[in-house]
């Protein structure tokens, strides 16, 4: 596993979009906090172009994100916004430059598309709130990002829900967004469960599609063999006029109830307020009791 320098005080973090187009009076919130904690804000060529909803061409997104990779004044990534269309830059990124010059990336949701890639490359990467609308966000969005950034360790300790299995784990976490997940499946670009804490979450889909993603995981078996499962935000599900007849969180559990691992629901992660944020990649340690959730991690604990 490549070596990630921590970040400094005169570091450089490069904003990038990587799929929805993105205005750079979005980003000032993002941008007042990196200068306030005396980190250098990049902007990238991206910002600021338009093509229907994507931030320009793919390949304008990939050479912005690659000129990134290849500035030595770079130490991570920062992915401006989700939406979709960083799984359609992945056939234009330079495997062994980025393998050259490991960087933090970090964003969520559509992002994990990049997470898989750099994944699939030994890559470590942070799944956490992304600059537009970070504002909106609690402060321990942003601030357990940069705890990663700079080496800190993060522990998230909360009340078991009704969905858990007691156990302990100690394993690499990996996941993201469901949909990213079920739309890479085959692709060889996806991530290898087994042994890992699999996390999940999702936003906006429908009730019986959660039930088909989930069956799609399970005959790739990407639920075989797991060291723990996280399941976080499932928000504003839609469903049928006939009702599909359960929450995402019961149709999640119907998959998962009978593994041999620890389960815990509603971790602080995703498309919520408090979006918490991980290392894609490096060891946790996972705890579920009847009445709580430990999970933490470090940097220095990261394989």
Known sequence: MPSFPTLEPGDAVAIVATARKVDLEDLTFAISYLEEKNFIPLIGTSIGLSNHQMAGSDQERAADLMNQIKNPKVKAIWCAKGGYGSVRILPYLDSEE??????????????TALHAYWYSL?????????????EQKTKASLATVFHHLMGESISINYTTNQYFKEGLATAPVVGGNLSMIYSICGSGFNFNTEGKILFLEDLDEYLYHIDRMMMNLKNNNLLSNLAGVVIGGMSDMNDNPIPFGKTAEAIIWEYVKDLGCPVAFNFPSGHIQDNRAFIQGGIAS??????????KQSLHGSA
């Open 98 to 111: 980025i393998i050259k010059n490991p960087k933090f990336l970090i964003g969520y949701s559509d992002v």
């Open 122 to 134: 030994g890559l470590l990467s942070i799944h956490g709130q992304m600059p537009v609308g970070v």
């Open 286 to 295: 996972l705890e579920v009791t009847k009445t709580s959730v430990k999970f």
